[in-house]
């Protein structure tokens, strides 16, 4: 199995930017690519089709997303571009998890969120859509990878 990584460029920035990473991400064996688009120029809901099609043909079915600001991870159908469900991230008394970046491995069965604020990781079961673990790793962790055996 192939891990496939899509790049995402943020604001006034262009794909090009993230070349040199993909380049060496390929080189690693990922399937890494692209995704361009113009911030100020082009329509946000046009790009936000294009994105879904793109990342609908990653696996079909689902995408996810950690939302910093209200400490929640969505799970989104790909196809109909349509809410299925959200987690919160925050235990109740607990301090603010606010997700910073999140990873799926063993084939879309786990999702993995480094929560910035309370220095954890958490493990998420994405079939039965609950919390396996919160890891404290300590810090603010930020970026996650897989490694190709998952």
């Known amino acids: 199995m192939t891990n496939r990584v899509l790049m995402v460029h943020g604001l ?6 993230m070349r040199w990473l993909a380049t060496r ?9 692209l995704f361009g688009y113009y911030s100020l120029l ?3 809901d ?14 079909g079915s689902r995408f996810y997303v950690a939302c910093a600001e209200s400490d929640e991870l969505i ?27 999140l990873v799926t491995a063993g084939a879309g069965t786990r999702v993995y969120i480094s929560c910035r604020e309370s220095g954890e990781l958490i493990e998420i079961d994405a ?16 970026d996650l990878g897989v490694t190709r055996d998952g």
């Open 127 to 142: 079939v039965a859509w609950s919390v396996i673990q919160r890891i404290r790793v300590g810090g603010s962790p930020g």
């Open 12 to 17: 006034w920035m262009r794909s090009f930017s």
């Open 25 to 33: 991400l390929r080189s690693q064996g990922f399937d890494s690519k």
């Open 42 to 44: 082009q329509d946000t």
């Open 46 to 59: 046009a790009v936000v089709a294009r994105l879904a099609d793109v990342i609908g043909d990653s696996d």
């Open 75 to 101: 799970e989104f159908d790909a196809g109909a571009l349509k809410e299925r469900r959200r987690l919160a991230t925050r235990t109740p008394g607990a301090a603010r998890c606010e997700p910073a970046s």
